[in-house]
T-cell receptor, first 117, second 109 residues
């Protein structure tokens, strides 16, 4: 089945530093990947849609200069949280679909738990 | 606006059956998904419905009624490992996934 790998699983960083999270589709090509954020006991919140070879599409309220997304190849998308602050502490999850079809489910990476001190 | 409603929390007994409901109001409909999410982990895909009726997959079944904007996930022979959150998501007319807040299922021995 489709596997999405996300790294790192968890990271602790100091306020003001930047953190890069990688998302890879291991056995399929993903022209589109999705980045979600989830706060405790809340639902998934779509942050942005990452498109291979073009600029990401950000959801309303998500700062594109703070959450930099690069989708350099069909199997890799990265999310960089720049100048992190404690309020950026959250669970970040990437996902991808194997094909652009209504019945194609999202396959999720294992998520990255970011703690900003 | 678009909206998906699920109960916040449910409790059931090991070995029993539980039904988790989901109602939705979206702009268009291109299928409904159920995902399972254990605490601290990412969601995993359980089922997909696009036509009315029941889809059975082992101990889990999912039902859809498009006219009522309603779905349910039925879990049989509950096991302790089924304790998790269950997320309902609908793909709208733009093929965007709209997520419910999830139902936390607690299984008691």
């Amino acid at each position: 089945g489709a596997v999405v790998s996300q790294h790192p699983s968890w990271v602790i960083c100091k306020s003001g530093t930047s953190v890069k999270i990688e998302c890879r589709s291991l056995d399929f090509q993903a022209t589109t990947m999705f980045w979600y954020r989830q706060f405790p006991k809340q639902s998934l919140m779509l942050m942005a849609t990452s498109n291979e070879g073009s600029k990401a599409t950000y959801e309303q309220g998500v700062e594109k200069d703070k959450f930099l997304i690069n989708h350099a190849s069909l199997t890799l998308s990265t999310l960089t949280v720049t100048s992190a602050h404690p309020e950026d502490s959250s669970f970040y999850i990437c996902s991808a679909t194997e094909r652009q079809a209504g019945n194609s489910p999202l396959h999720f990476g294992n998520g990255t738990r970011l703690t900003v001190t | 606006g678009q909206n998906i409603d699920q109960p916040t929390e449910m409790t059931a007994t090991e070995g029993a059956i539980v039904q988790i409901n989901c109602t939705y109001q979206t702009s268009g409909f291109n299928g409904l998904f159920w995902y399972q999410q254990h605490a601290g982990e990412a969601p995993t895909f359980l089922s997909y419905n696009v036509l009315d009726g029941l889809e059975e997959k082992g101990r889990f079944s999912s039902f859809l009624s498009r006219s009522k904007g309603y779905s349910y996930l039925l879990l049989k022979e509950l096991q302790m490992k089924d304790s998790a959150s269950y997320l309902c998501a609908v793909r709208d007319e733009n093929y965007q996934l709209i997520w419910g807040a999830g139902t936390k299922l607690i299984i008691k021995p």
